[in-house]
Structure formats: C-alpha cells, structure tokens
C-alpha cells in the first residue's frame, strides 16, 4: 500500500499571500488528485493532477487559483494563490491506485 | 450529476451496541465504495471498501453492504467501543482521467459517538 506525506502539515498565513503544498507518495501512481475539506465538511475534489499534461479542475475550481503541478508519477503539488480567509481549510492528497489520503495540510488564512 | 447522500449526520451508541450508516449514490456508474474514518486532526483513514461485483465484505467489527439495482450501500460496526468514535465519510467512485482512473464523490459524513 502506498504512504503518501504531505507538506506542510500546517500553515497560517496572511490574506493575500499564496502557499504551495507539497505530496509525496512513496511509489509510483497513475493519477493524482487534490481534495479540500472545508471547517466541519466532507472532502470536495478540486482536481485531477496527470503526469506531463494539465491539471483538470472540477467545476468551481480553476487553474489560476489552484496551480498544480505533477512533475513524475510520485509527486505533485498543489498552490492556494491570492488567499482569503474563505480559503481556510485542509488540503489532502491522495492517488487513483490506493484512494489513500495524506495526512492533510490545514490551511489558516487571517 | 454525481451525488452521494449519507445518513444519519450524527449517531451516538452506548458500548457494545451497533451502528448503522447509510448512503445512496446517484452515479450508475460507480464501481467503487469506500468508507473512511477520520479522527479529529487526521486525514481520512481507509477502514473497509467493496466493489461492484460484490454484495457484502466482512473485516471483523466492521462490514460494508451493497445493493447496486437500488444505488444503496451501507457501513455496519458492531460491538462499538469508544474509539470507534470519529467522522466516518462514504464515497463512490466517479471516472476521472483517460486511463480508468477515478476519484471519489464523498457523503456529508456521520458524527458517531460511543458512549461507555
């Protein structure tokens, strides 16, 4: 079974700014995929994260907000730009081989 | 549109007790569901899963059904303990990618809680 980690664990940041965060899967895996599970909410996909191809966004998401990048079969990245305090939530990864999550990145935004 | 309903958003048992969560998907095309349990400051554990091919799975305390005509399937733990008590999240699998891949449509969640 895959381990995924993620990175940061945890984060507050100022409005305005952005973070990138970071998921390491221990082996290689087809698809990639970035959820966000709002205060009190069950987890939402933002997108798909492909190998040598564009990110595609569910619908609500967009690319300019949610940059992701997906440089081999074992890592990807996920940023949060402009932030607001409406982006305040935990950020998970997780792969399309396991359906595993990492262990969350939670998001503060002041 | 892909949807999954969970039900009841929160449930609390005495000890030794069982519990019942249940969930409807919209999606015929789902194939896969997963339960998953997570704990207050935790991701979301993987706990049991079943396939389509599949009515029922058993993994000790813990058994998954599924009734695909009807687009049902349920979460049954038996002989509850208190640290069985978390958020548990049911999802079906919703096609993503060009190569079989897919992803998951989560429920709302159910808050249980056992109670000694």
């Known amino acids: 079974s895959a381990v995924i980690s993620q990175k940061p664990s945890r984060d507050i940041c100022q409005r305005g700014t952005s973070l990138t965060i970071q998921c390491q899967v221990d082996s290689q895996v087809t698809m990639m995929f970035w959820y966000r599970q709002q205060p009190g909410q069950s987890l939402t996909l933002i997108a798909t994260a492909n190998q040598g191809s564009e990110a595609t966004y569910e619908s609500g998401f967009v690319i300019d907000k949610f940059p992701i990048s997906r440089p081999n079969l074992t890592f990807s990245t996920l940023t949060v730009s402009n932030m607001s305090p409406e982006d305040s939530s935990i950020y998970l990864c997780?792969?399309?081989?396991?359906?595993?999550f990492g262990p969350g990145t939670r998001l503060t935004v002041l | 549109g892909e949807n999954v309903e969970q039900h009841p958003s929160t449930l609390s048992v005495q000890e030794g007790d069982s519990a019942v969560i249940k969930c409807t998907y919209s999606?015929?095309?789902?194939?896969?569901f997963p339960w998953y349990k997570q704990e207050l400051g935790k991701g979301p554990q993987l706990i049991i899963d079943i396939r389509s091919n599949v009515g029922e799975k058993k993994d000790q305390r813990i058994a998954v059904t599924l009734n695909k005509t009807a687009k049902h399937f349920s979460l049954h733990i038996t002989e509850t303990q208190p640290e069985d008590s978390a958020v548990y999240f049911c999802?079906?699998?919703?096609?993503?990618?060009?190569?079989?891949?897919?992803?998951?449509?989560f429920g709302k969640g159910t808050s249980l809680l056992v109670t000694p």
């Open positions: 999606d015929s095309a789902s194939n896969y």
């Open positions: 997780s792969d399309t081989d396991t359906q595993y």
């Open positions: 999802a079906a699998s919703i096609s993503r990618g060009s190569n079989s891949g897919y992803a998951l449509n």
